[in-house]
């Protein structure tokens, strides 16, 4: 069974730094490209940082460029994403996706989601 | 705002048909990217309903449809059940944008 865990998440002041953890299993990790999408409260999906499956390639949204970085380990299965001078705005539960794309990455679709983990931006 | 616009609810009686659609704010639709669908239930993560603007993903039944023509995508519910209740969401890859986009998902009311 495919299973994504993340962790790392929790309250922290604007201007501070977190890392979340993506934990995968059940599937060959390092043939697949992995994201973060986040989800603010009471508000809809948004795609954050992606990283290649080689981890050569990474992806962000404007959003958070410049102060966000993705990164892999494909010996420990595992995805990061550490964040760096947090803003309000980017409270909202992390999730850890898989991105599943057979001929076009670009179209590729998101198969797999963890379950998510709460990020609190706040004084 | 997202640039997939989607209509913010819509809602329908038990064995009724509704439609959710999801346009790409005057440009064709993707762009030559296909269009996936997500459905996420009260407190749940994201699952993917429809991916490749018709597949369903394995398990979905088969009340569940998608289309896609030039300028709109559509998601079709048929049959309503009261277990649909949930925010369905769009998604697609946006040149101009360089990134992965969702629609503002549509809450999905069974009366």
């Known amino acids: 069974e495919v299973q994504l865990v993340e962790s790392g998440g929790g309250l922290v002041q604007p201007g501070g730094s977190l890392r979340l953890s993506c934990s995968a299993s059940?599937?060959?990790?390092?043939?697949?490209?992995m994201f973060w999408v986040r989800q603010s409260p009471g508000r809809g999906l948004e795609y954050v940082s992606g990283?290649?499956?080689?981890?050569?390639?990474?992806y962000y949204a404007d959003s958070v460029m410049g102060r966000f970085t993705v990164s892999r380990d494909n010996f420990k299965n595992m995805v990061y994403l550490q964040m760096l001078n947090l803003r309000t705005e980017d409270t909202a539960v992390y999730y850890c996706v898989r991105l599943f794309a057979l001929y076009d990455f670009w179209s590729g679709r998101f198969d797999c989601w963890g379950q998510g983990s709460l990020v609190t931006v706040s004084s | 705002q997202s640039v997939l616009t989607q209509p913010p609810s819509v809602s329908g009686a038990p064995g009724q048909r509704v439609t959710i659609s999801c346009t790409g704010g005057g440009s064709k639709i993707g762009a030559g990217y296909d269009v996936h669908w997500y459905q996420q239930l009260p407190g749940t993560a994201p699952k993917l309903l429809i991916y490749?603007?018709?597949n369903r993903s394995s398990g979905v039944p088969d009340r569940f449809s998608g289309s896609k023509s030039g300028t709109s995508a559509s998601l079709a519910i048929t049959g309503l059940q009261a277990e649909d209740e949930a925010i369905y969401y769009c998604?697609?890859?946006?040149?101009?944008?360089?990134?992965?986009?969702f629609g503002g998902g549509t809450r999905l009311t069974v009366l």
């Open positions: 490749d603007n018709h």
């Open positions: 990283v290649s499956s080689n981890g050569g390639s990474k």
């Open positions: 059940g599937f060959t990790f390092s043939d697949y490209a």
């Open positions: 998604q697609s890859y946006v040149t101009r944008l360089r990134g992965w986009v």
